[in-house]
C-alpha cells in the first residue's frame, strides 16, 4: 500500500497543467555571447524549467540577492541538464556561475508581474542584460 501513497503524493504535488519550459545555454547565439535562449520566461507557479547545455561550459544558479522570499536556492553543474521547479511566486535572477561577469544572466517570471530589484554588486555586462531583457518582456500589470 505504500506505493499507492507515493504515487497519490506525487499526484497531488505536480498537477497535470504543470509545463516544462526549456532554455539552452550558448556560448553564442544570434542574440550574443554567452547567453540563455530565451533569456526571459513568465511560467506559471508549479511548472519547472529545464536548462540544456547546448554548448559545453555552462550552468545555471540562482542569483541569490534575486529570488523571493522563501525560495529555494539551487546551483547545477556545469554542463547538466537540469530542471527545477519553481513553486514561490516572484521574479528569479539566473547565473552562469562562471560567466556572469560576461553577462550570462537571465529572468524568469513566476505568476504575476512584480517588480524587479537589480542589485548594486552585479557585474556591469550582467546589469545591461538584466536592463535589456527588462526593456523588452517586462512590465508590471
Ligand atoms: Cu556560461
Do not use: W
Request: charged letters at 20%; hydrophobic letters at 45%; a negative charge.
Amino acid at each position: 500500500m505504500k506505493s499507492t501513497f507515493a504515487v497519490l503524493a506525487c499526484l497531488v504535488a505536480m498537477p497535470a497543467f504543470a509545463e516544462v519550459h526549456e532554455v539552452g545555454m550558448f556560448n553564442r547565439s544570434e542574440n550574443g555571447p554567452m547567453i540563455y535562449e530565451p533569456s526571459f520566461l513568465h511560467i506559471a507557479p508549479g511548472d519547472s524549467v529545464r536548462f540544456i547545455p547546448s554548448q559545453p561550459s555552462h550552468n545555471a544558479a540562482t542569483i541569490d540577492t534575486m529570488i523571493p522570499e522563501g525560495a529555494a536556492p539551487f546551483k547545477s553543474k556545469i554542463n547538466e541538464d537540469f530542471t527545477v521547479a519553481f513553486d514561490v511566486p516572484g521574479n528569479y535572477g539566473i547565473k552562469c556561475s562562471p560567466h556572469i561577469a560576461m553577462g550570462m544572466v537571465m529572468l524568469i517570471q513566476v505568476g504575476d508581474a512584480e517588480d524587479v530589484a537589480l542589485p548594486d554588486n552585479l557585474p556591469k555586462k550582467a546589469r545591461e542584460r538584466f536592463e535589456a531583457i527588462l526593456a523588452a518582456h517586462h512590465a508590471p500589470d
